[in-house]
């Protein structure tokens, strides 16, 4: 049984950082973000390949954030900088063996979410 686990969301201000983490308990993964809105589909927002050179950003968060692993394969970051109202959402991590980064259903593996709320 493969485990993902998010921490690090909060409530902040616009124009604040935030920084989340995630850990899969299995190595070679692709790890990416998706987050979902109140009312709205859940959406991506950026991911990292399993060998780790390659990342993909949504637009809406293209400059902004930036995923990265952490010190050991298995865990992956979101730094969040500029945060804007608009990026508030409930953040899920997930993991696969996947091909196309950006593609929810690729990914087998999938945490419970984190909060991230920012005021205006």
């Known amino acids: 049984q493969v485990h993902v686990e998010e921490s690090g969301g909060g409530l902040v201000q616009s124009g604040d950082s935030l920084r989340l983490s995630c850990s899969v308990s299995?190595?070679?993964?692709?790890m990416a973000w998706f987050r979902q809105a109140p009312g709205k589909d859940r959406e991506f927002v950026a991911a990292?390949?399993?060998?780790?050179?390659?990342?993909k950003y949504s637009k809406f968060v293209q400059g902004r954030f930036t995923i990265g692993r952490g010190a050991t394969r298995n865990t992956v970051f979101l730094q969040m900088d500029n945060l804007q109202p608009e990026d508030t959402a409930v953040y899920y991590c997930?993991?696969?063996?996947?091909?196309?980064?950006?593609?929810?259903?690729?990914?087998?593996?999938w945490g419970q979410g984190t909060q991230v709320t920012v005021s205006s």
């Open positions: 997930a993991a696969g063996l996947v091909v196309y980064l950006d593609v929810q259903g690729a990914y087998d593996y």
């Open positions: 299995g190595s070679g993964y692709a």
């Open positions: 990292v390949s399993g060998s780790g050179p390659s990342t």
